[in-house]
């Protein structure tokens, strides 16, 4: 099983870079076209679809994506989402429509069990999941009891050092926390919003935040007086790769590289079989 983990597109109005100079469309595009070459059961966006939540912006999000792919697309929104723009332009991709107020499902990819939450409080930039909601995700993990589950958020539950992302993170993840150890089979939660790359383990769940897709990643800076600044890194997503119960996740960069080259390996390297070593007799 092969699952793409988007996140943070930031899709503005055709034509107009994010941040003044970002071209977070046509690094869409780009991954797009790059996922679509896996074999993929799903693909799951954590939030920031858009940079503004305008209507035009999730027009061209559907451009760049409706008809692109085979598989199913599971999103839910962030900060820079808003929640019933998002809910009318992205209500035939399933599970948007399934609650009246918040965007939260569940879904079904092969025998693991999705669970997709709603972290978004508007208007502000922090994330946070009320009783509601925690309520919700209490439900579908007794549902789902016995079986592998993966969630899906946009804000992550943990902090990472960098003050200016610890600043909007995911407030008051203790109970969400408690679910997942309780459940005991929640494999994984990807999530978003950091821009950058950031791991941690909770009992036996993998933390994910994942790059942003166009390449704006937070700056790497533990000073706690830094402000929110970014730099044009590599864009990226991650590919879930799911074999019986293991679960990995491979970071797929996207860029103009050179290769592919051979790994052709020299008379002198280590690891040759000894038998090659001594040649042909
Ligand atoms: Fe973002
Ligand atoms: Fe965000």
Not at 48 to 60: K, R, V
Not at 78 to 89: C, L, V, W
């Amino acid at each position: 099983m092969l699952i793409a983990h988007l996140t943070d597109l930031h899709v503005r109005p055709f034509g107009k870079p994010a941040n003044r100079v970002v071209e977070t469309n046509l690094m869409v595009e780009r991954a797009i076209r790059q996922v679509a070459g896996f074999a993929l059961d799903a693909v799951i966006i954590t939030g920031d679809l858009t940079e503004n939540g305008l209507p035009e912006e999730y027009a061209e999000l559907r451009r760049l994506l409706d008809g692109r792919l085979t598989c199913p697309i599971y999103a839910v929104p962030g900060n820079h989402d808003r929640r019933e723009i998002f809910r009318t332009a992205l209500g035939h991709w399933p599970g948007i429509g399934d609650h009246p107020d918040f965007i939260h499902y569940i879904a079904d990819i092969g025998d693991l069990r999705l669970i997709m939450l709603d972290s978004v409080v508007p208007h502000a930039g922090h994330g946070e999941l009320c009783a509601r909601r925690l309520d919700f995700l209490e439900r579908a993990l007794a549902d789902a009891a016995g079986r592998d589950v993966i969630i899906g958020l946009h804000h992550p539950p943990l902090l990472t050092g960098i003050a200016a992302m610890d600043a909007i993170p995911l407030r008051s993840p203790e109970p969400f926390l408690a679910l997942l150890a309780r459940h005991g089979r929640v494999r994984a939660v990807l999530s978003g919003h950091h821009h950058r790359v950031i791991m941690a383990q909770s009992g036996p769940t993998m933390l994910i935040a994942g790059p942003a897709i166009p390449g704006h990643q937070s700056e790497l800076t533990f000073d706690p007086a830094a402000p929110a600044y970014f730099y044009l890194e590599p864009g990226g997503y991650f590919i879930l790769r799911r074999d019986g119960a293991h679960l990995t996740a491979t970071l797929a960069t996207i860029g103009d590289f050179p290769g592919p080259y051979p790994f052709a390996v020299d008379a002198d390297y280590p690891g040759r079989k000894k038998s090659d070593q001594e040649g042909p007799t």
